[in-house]
């Protein structure tokens, strides 16, 4: 119950294209969802964040939509850029504080 | 670059034996959290302080310690160190105590290799 699910495991897009990674979760005490951006030798970078009091955050190119119901929400990358390239990991934390678990990430290409 | 610090970059040991992994947060941060990250068990969630105090415990093995000194820096420390132990140790810092609405700031990393 504390997992979260996410697809797919590889995605490699053209430029310009649209980039799309979708997560799930089970945990009804999860509140609060961030997708962290991790390039090669780095660490994971807060990219975009949203609360289930919200079905859609747009920050530039990056959109997180949420759907409460279905216990799912997806980040979507428009315009895709060669820079985009790296590893995307959505997140889910509870109301408790306790608890902050990853997806197991999604290696993004995007071809020049 | 994050401004969260950490020590050493790298490390190679062997098994059974203990090593302390060190962690600066940014200034005026007041939260460190650890991460481990390996090919098998992708990015978990080891421990938390605030301002010096355990604030949340996630998958953190018992063989595995950590604190947080007076003036915020961390350490997490791993003992009987075994081959699956090998993974990057990632330490994050917030501002703020939770989880939530708090961003977190991650260092560049320890790479851990016990052969």
């Known amino acids: 119950q504390q997992q979260v699910k996410q697809s797919p495991q590889s995605l490699i897009v053209q430029k310009g294209g649209i980039s799309i990674i979708n997560c799930a979760y089970e945990?009804?005490?999860?509140?609060?969802f961030p997708w962290y951006q991790q390039f090669p030798g780095k660490g994971p970078a807060l990219l975009i964040a949203?609360?289930?009091?919200?079905s859609e955050k747009k920050e530039g190119r990056f959109t997180i939509s949420f759907n409460k119901s279905a216990k799912q929400f997806s980040l979507h990358i428009m315009d895709s850029q060669p820079g985009d390239s790296a590893t995307y990991f959505c997140?889910?934390?509870?109301?408790?504080?306790?608890?902050?678990?990853f997806g197991p990430g999604t290696r993004l290409s995007v071809l020049p | 670059d994050s401004g969260v610090t950490q020590t050493p970059k790298h490390l190679i040991t062997a098994t059974g034996q203990r090593v302390t992994l060190r962690c600066s947060p940014r200034?005026?941060?007041?939260?460190v959290y650890w991460y481990q990250q390996s090919l098998d068990q992708g990015l978990q969630f080891l421990i938390q302080?605030?301002?010096?105090?355990?604030?949340a415990k996630g998958n953190i093995l018992e063989r595995f310690s950590a604190q947080q000194f007076p003036d915020l820096h961390s350490e997490l420390n791993l003992s009987s160190l075994e081959l699956g132990d090998s993974a990057l140790y990632f330490c994050?810092?917030?501002?703020?105590?939770?989880?939530?609405?708090?961003?977190?700031?991650f260092g560049p990393g320890t790479r851990l290799t016990v052969l």
């Open positions: 994050a810092s917030s501002e703020g105590g939770g989880f939530r609405y708090n961003e977190q700031f």
């Open positions: 945990n009804t005490a999860f509140d609060y």
């Open positions: 949203i609360r289930p009091d919200v």
């Open positions: 997140a889910a934390a509870d109301n408790y504080g306790q608890n902050f678990v």
């Open positions: 200034s005026g941060d007041l939260s």
């Open positions: 302080y605030y301002n010096g105090e355990e604030r």
